[in-house]
């Protein structure tokens, strides 16, 4: 077992930091997950305007990104992955 030693342990600094770590891997599985959405429909030769494409990599939301990427599997045009949205 590795022992790791945090100055401040137990603090309002050290939940800070790990509250900010937290939400840097939330943010980082959101880029990929919206970047294998765009992957996906461009390898299904599925168009898309600049406005979705900011649509899909400006979401944070994973729920929806999961959604999206399922829905980009089967979908013929952007309005099917927003779709009921």
């Known amino acids: 077992m590795v022992a790791t030693y945090f100055p401040g342990r137990g603090t309002l600094f050290e939940q800070t930091y790990l ?19 765009l992957r996906v429909l461009q ?6 305007t600049p406005d979705d494409r900011a649509r899909i990599t400006t979401c ?17 045009g952007a309005h099917e992955v927003f779709s009921a949205e």
Not at 20 to 32: I, L, T, V
Not at 43 to 48: A, F, M, W
């Open 60 to 76: 944070t939301d994973l729920d929806t990104l999961t959604r999206w990427f399922d829905r980009s599997l089967t979908a013929v």
């Open 43 to 48: 390898k299904r030769g599925v168009p898309l």
């Open 19 to 37: 509250e900010g770590k937290a939400d840097g891997k939330a943010e980082a599985k959101a880029e990929n997950q919206a970047e294998l959405i």
